[in-house]
């Protein structure tokens, strides 16, 4: 394995190959020297789409390694000549030499053998059989070189048993590193598989550089100066929307630069991302863990992203935390130094160096996880016994030390010291800790009490803790400013707020997934998701799961249906659970019979129900909003849309937000935008 297998040859590769005309994908209409600079800039974040692949080769590379001899690997053809020709050449004619001591008989042995040899390195290179009789060959060669040395030469000069032996126990000692030598050049079916697999992850790596990052960047970056008008859904490649958890689907955003600056200045904290579910801080984490924030310079961090229980016990929480991280870090160092995880198995001895930083803490990584998963239990026994003429007299006494489970503060002792440890052995690269769903458990007394319990792990030197909160855990921690303390604001050092999605930003995330989709198209995705990330793909997969042709109308109308089929049937669940049936009976009748007429429909549904009770009406005002957004929607997006304007959406998305949580306001937002939009002029064209 000698390809040149950094980051920096993996990019530089996948740009030259998106940039090809033979091969490009995307229509070169630009200067190729600016799209390279282009994706240059945006390094981090296509290095960042392919974690997953780089992070699987990474592994099979390391299973390969582990059985590798670096002078041999270096150059495999040079030591193959010398194990399977040089070495059997020279020592296999002494063997019948050092019998009569016959010169001929050594000249002709060496021809013999020369010839022998040259065609086990023709058999040696035609398949697995091949290569396990040269490797035979070989080590049978090599077997009979310190024979010879202590049994011809020694006694020649005179040598005696003593250093005979000493010089076999020598050789025998390097046995084993020359086998695996052999076994370098000459691989076995075991070691050829896993250097078959290494390829293989290598070459999905490259590929997924190339599909998931360079190809995605250079299409945002055409689109953005270019227009694509229409109102019939036409498209190249979806592919983009149906990579579940790919990162392609996570659109920087200024919450990600912003963090990514607070990291980078200070030397170590806790940060919380809040914002509503659905905005993307999930994808965010995973994206800031996998480089996708980092600078262009800086190395990769060690990242280990876990899941806030919604039921916990704190001490179970950073027992799992901590072996993850010990796992993490053996890892790491694995990747980058194999050297170090074979150094910590060698107990020390006086007269090696002292281990360096990586193998302590590999030896640190090894005992964390021991102590994570057992409690140790020591004993010792002394016995004896004398007796004299028939007379016996005996004793007995054990020792017995069984180990505890550390308690709470021990653990979290522990915990901090091994991080620390790993900040400091690995620094510059930093430790990255991401706990995430936090925002599950909201910011009630659930979630304080999972604070005030776990926050006793943070402030470490170099170490970085990452968690996502819900907006009330925002709102308590901007409150602190006015003297309202509270755990959220003596937990974190700073709180980034992670927003909605703007149009542009939207259209930015959808280019990179679908290719030449029309803008007219782009806006009714965005103007259902509400600008909340996840429900931007899902809209965007509704649309393209329609049949190539359709006009806009036909595809707003099967997603209003969608839509209005959901607000009906989730609202009549939600009433028949309530326990005034007789009072919502004609409000279900409603429910249970829309009508075409959308604005009439919502009119209906508030008719419906003209009682005092606050969860009825609650839900009757909810499924009026959702509906007249419906209405709002259908009147939009026609077939003779000539322009979605990125004001206009961003209101309709705005309004469909509140639509959901606030159905006053949400109303309010859908008049004020009709009574806009029906008497603006039409826009002028776009200039191309």
Request: hydrophobic letters at 45%; charged letters at 25%; a neutral charge.
């Amino acid at each position: 394995m000698t390809r040149d297998d950094s980051e920096d040859a993996v990019f530089a590769r996948a740009v030259t190959a998106a940039l090809e005309p033979a091969r490009a994908r995307v229509p070169l209409q630009r200067d190729p020297v600016l799209l390279r600079h282009t994706v240059e800039v945006a390094k981090p974040w296509v290095m960042a789409q392919a974690q997953s692949e780089r992070r699987n080769y990474v592994d099979r590379k390391v299973k390969v390694a582990a059985g590798e001899v670096g002078w041999a690997a270096r150059r495999p053809e040079l030591w193959r000549w010398v194990f399977v020709v040089v070495i059997p050449t020279i020592t296999w004619p002494f063997v019948p030499w050092a019998g009569n001591r016959d010169l001929l008989a050594l000249a002709g042995g060496a021809v013999f053998f020369l010839l022998m040899s040259l065609v086990m390195v023709a058999v040696s290179s035609a398949g697995a059989t091949g290569r396990r009789i040269g490797r035979g060959w070989a080590i049978a060669g090599m077997g009979v070189a310190p024979w010879l040395v202590g049994t011809v030469f020694l006694t020649s000069i005179g040598g005696s048993i003593w250093w005979t032996l000493a010089l076999v126990v020598v050789f025998t000692g390097i046995a084993g590193a020359v086998q695996t030598a052999v076994e370098t050049v000459l691989p076995t079916p075991a070691i050829t598989a896993a250097t078959a697999a290494a390829d293989q992850a290598f070459e999905e790596w490259c590929a997924a550089v190339l599909e998931q990052g360079v190809l995605p960047v250079l299409r945002t970056e055409l689109r953005s100066n270019q227009a694509v008008p229409g109102v019939e859904l036409r498209y190249r490649d979806a592919a983009g929307l149906q990579k579940g958890g790919s990162l392609i689907s996570h659109q920087p955003v200024p919450a990600g630069r912003r963090l990514a600056e607070l990291v980078r200045t200070l030397a170590g904290g806790s940060f919380a991302l809040a914002g509503p579910r659905g905005a993307g801080k999930t994808s965010l984490l995973d994206a800031f863990c996998q480089g996708a924030y980092r600078e262009p310079e800086e190395s990769l961090d060690l990242a280990i992203v876990v899941a806030a229980p919604v039921d916990y016990v704190p001490r179970e929480f950073v027992l799992h935390l901590y072996a993850r991280t010990c796992r993490a870090v053996l890892w790491y160092v694995a990747s980058v130094d194999p050297r170090a995880v074979k150094a910590a198995r060698r107990r020390d001895r006086w007269w090696r160096p002292l281990p360096d930083e990586a193998v302590l803490l590999v030896r640190s990584a090894q005992q964390g996880l021991q102590d994570v998963a057992y409690v140790q239990t020591r004993s010792g026994e002394a016995s004896g016994k004398f007796g004299f003429r028939g007379a016996e007299l005996s004793f007995k006494r054990g020792v017995s030390l069984a180990g505890r489970a550390a308690t709470f503060p021990e653990l979290v002792d522990d915990f901090r010291g091994f991080v620390w440890d790993a900040a400091r052995a690995l620094a510059p690269t930093r430790v990255v800790i991401a706990i995430d769903e936090m925002d599950r458990i909201g910011a009630g007394e659930s979630a304080r009490r999972f604070l005030n319990e776990i926050k006793a792990i943070f402030d470490v030197p170099g170490c970085y803790y990452l968690m996502s909160v819900s907006t009330e855990a925002q709102h308590d921690f901007e409150m602190a400013g006015m003297g309202l303390r509270s755990v959220f604001d003596s937990s974190f050092d700073e709180v980034v707020r992670v927003d909605y999605l703007d149009f542009d930003l939207a259209r930015s995330l959808i280019s990179r997934s679908v290719e030449e989709l029309p803008d007219a198209f782009v806006a009714l995705a965005y103007a259902f998701s509400g600008g909340l990330a996840r429900q931007l793909t899902r809209s965007a997969r509704a649309i393209v799961r329609q049949k190539q042709g359709t006009l806009l109308a036909a595809v707003t109308e099967e997603l209003i249906a969608d839509e209005l089929d959901r607000v009906c049937k989730t609202t009549g669940d939600a009433l028949t659970a309530l326990d005034d049936h007789d009072a919502v009976n004609s409000l279900l009748r409603v429910l249970a019979d829309p009508v075409p007429e959308l604005h009439d429909y919502r009119k209906a549904i508030q008719a419906a129900y003209e009682g005092e009770d606050a969860a009825i009406r609650n839900l009757r005002d909810l499924a009026a909003a959702r509906i007249e957004f419906l209405a709002v929607v259908r009147d939009y997006f026609t077939d003779e849309l000539t322009e979605a304007l990125p004001a206009e959406v961003n209101a309709l998305a705005r309004a469909r937000r509140y639509a959901g949580s606030n159905p006053a306001t949400g109303l309010a937002l859908l008049e004020e935008f009709s009574s806009v939009w029906s008497v603006r002029p039409a826009p002028e064209p776009r200039p191309r």
